[in-house]
Structure formats: structure tokens, C-alpha cells
């Protein structure tokens, strides 16, 4: 069955500085992944995604990710944080449904 | 396109009445999925739907939760009797195949 951990529940990063948000999946065949981010009382937007192919991908807001097979990772990062950055985010995998982590939290201190 | 829409955004009703959220899908897509999101339980899939059939509603917590897809553009969910402990924000999505799901910006439900 596939599953997807996000090990860090809530992360606090000061404005400006890089960010990395760790997850890891369990899957048994190439996964398709996803990121998906949450600002308070929205609903999910999707950050990026990887099918195949190149294994850093880009995506909106300066968020990139990097598939890494042999960890069974999809880290996301980006190199300087922005306030407007404070959300939930989730990342996921889909075989036919959509498996999501329990997502972290992130706050952004001045 | 105009995404997915859900009605009514915000709903505040009495325990024991009747509740319907409704979504209507990205033109398209062939899966639909439900969501429920809670602060103790984060985010939950309660139900979806391929090609308007339910697949998988292992999610759905008890009898009375239920949903159907009469149609490729149009779904609801209906609690009945509704409970305080139902109180939540339910969200409706949707996709073509394995691409990217799209959410609806969901509807909050309080049931007093």
C-alpha cells in the first residue's frame, strides 16, 4: 500500500533564510508526487509535481523539489522564505487516490 | 475553466437536521474525490468516484454520510441526521487520471 511521512509537524523558520521540508514515501512502482500547500481557511494549491523524467522539478512561488529514488524522499525546499510562506503543506502520492502526509505546519518569524 | 465549485461555502445548521454539500467537477476530469478536514484529524478522504462510480468509501465514518454522482458534473454529500461532532471543512476534488487533483476551496460546516 502506499503511504506517505512527513516527519516534522511544525517547523519555524525566520524570513529570508532556506527552507527544507522533509517527506518520504512508500510505494511499490515509479511514484507520481506531489506538493501541495494550504494557507489558513483555504483550500489546497499545488506547489509541483514529478511524474518522471528530471529529478529536481520546479514549481510556483520559488518552491523547488527533488525526487530521490534510493531515499524514497521528495524534499522541498526553497532558498529564502517569504511571510507570505506561513501554511500547511502537504505532500502526496497517487496510484488512484491521492495519499497525502499528515503535513507541516510552517511559521515564519520577522 | 472555473474550477471546482462547491455550495454553499459556509453552512451552519441544527443538530439533527439534514446537510448537502454539492460540487461540481472540473469539466473533463473522471475522478472525484470528498474530503473532510479537521484540526484533531487533519485531512481525511471520506469517498471518490471514477467515471461517476464510487470506488472506495472506506472513509466515510458512519451511515449517515452518503454521496452520489448522478452525473459527470455534479456530486453531493448528504449527512443526515447531522452532528456536532460532523463540524468541519469538507472539500471536493477533482482530476483526470493520475495528473494534478484540484480542490474546491471547500465548504465550512458547523453543527450546533
Known amino acids: 500500500a502506499q503511504s506517505v511521512t512527513q516527519p516534522d509537524i511544525h517547523i519555524t523558520v525566520s524570513e529570508g533564510a532556506s527552507l527544507e521540508l522533509r517527506c518520504n514515501y512508500s510505494?511499490?512502482?515509479?511514484?507520481?508526487l506531489f506538493w501541495y500547500v494550504q494557507s489558513p481557511g483555504q483550500g489546497l494549491q499545488l506547489l509541483l509535481k514529478?511524474?518522471?523524467?528530471?529529478?529536481l522539478v520546479q514549481g510556483i512561488k520559488g518552491f523547488e523539489a527533488e525526487f530521490k529514488r534510493s531515499q524514497s524522499s521528495f524534499n522541498l525546499r526553497k532558498p529564502s522564505v517569504h511571510w507570505s510562506d506561513a501554511a500547511e503543506y502537504f505532500c502526496?502520492?497517487?496510484?488512484?487516490?491521492?495519499?497525502f502526509g499528515t503535513g507541516t505546519r510552517l511559521t515564519i518569524i520577522p | 475553466d472555473a474550477g471546482v465549485i462547491q455550495s454553499p461555502r459556509h453552512e451552519v445548521t441544527e443538530m439533527g437536521q439534514e446537510v448537502t454539500l454539492r460540487c461540481k467537477p472540473i469539466?473533463?476530469?473522471?475522478?472525484l474525490f470528498w474530503y473532510r478536514q479537521t484540526m484533531m484529524r487533519g485531512l481525511e478522504l471520506l469517498i471518490y468516484?471514477?467515471?461517476?462510480?464510487?470506488?472506495?468509501d472506506s472513509g466515510m465514518p458512519e451511515d449517515r454520510f452518503s454521496a452520489k454522482m448522478p452525473n459527470a458534473s455534479f456530486s453531493t454529500l448528504k449527512i443526515q441526521p447531522s452532528e456536532p461532532r460532523d463540524s468541519a471543512v469538507y472539500f471536493c476534488?477533482?482530476?483526470?487520471?493520475?495528473?494534478?487533483?484540484?480542490f474546491g476551496p471547500g465548504t465550512r460546516l458547523t453543527v450546533l
Open positions: 476534488a477533482s482530476r483526470r487520471d493520475r495528473d494534478e487533483q484540484f
Open positions: 510505494y511499490g512502482a515509479t511514484p507520481y
Open positions: 514529478y511524474f518522471s523524467g528530471d529529478t
Open positions: 502526496a502520492v497517487v496510484r488512484e487516490k491521492l495519499t
Open positions: 469539466s473533463g476530469h473522471d475522478y
Open positions: 468516484f471514477n467515471n461517476n462510480v464510487p470506488i472506495d
